[in-house]
């Protein structure tokens, strides 16, 4: 039996991705302070593979947020070299119900870009 299950997205820019998402579906940003503070000192980690965010040291390459309730996947955001050049073959869906206006609102308003409305027979979606 498979344990708990992380989906593993790459970026430009993880700790964006990371902010942007822990507050749209809720999760709470892992803070890796101190294990970072800890491969420093042991020498494990370079300094130019640290950095700080909010006045915490942080992987310079990775950011992750993990469900609360500890019910939903961990989302862990990665930093890739190559820029996308092909459609994502990944996405998260989220069922929202009747705030569905707000969440798009609130979504825009930080950053994201609505492509277009999509519909198959009762469902739609943007």
Not at 3 to 22: M, R, T, V
Not at 49 to 54: D, L, N
Not at 69 to 89: M, N, S
Request: with cysteine; proline share 5%.
């Amino acid at each position: 039996m498979i344990g708990k299950i992380q989906i593993a997205i790459d970026s430009a820019d993880p700790h964006a991705l990371n902010d942007f998402w822990s507050e749209t579906v809720g999760y709470e940003k892992e803070d890796h302070h101190d294990q970072v503070e800890a491969l420093l000192a042991a020498g494990h980690l370079p300094a130019d593979e640290a950095i700080t965010r909010s006045g915490r040291l942080a992987f310079k390459t990775a950011a992750a947020c993990v469900d609360p309730a500890g019910a939903g996947p961990r989302l862990l955001f990665q930093a890739v070299p190559e820029g996308k050049t092909v459609k994502d073959r990944i996405h998260l869906d989220l069922h929202v119900g009747e705030e569905r206006e707000a969440v798009i609102a609130s979504c825009l308003a930080r950053g994201a870009t609505k492509l277009w409305d999509g519909q198959q027979g009762p469902q739609s979606w943007v």
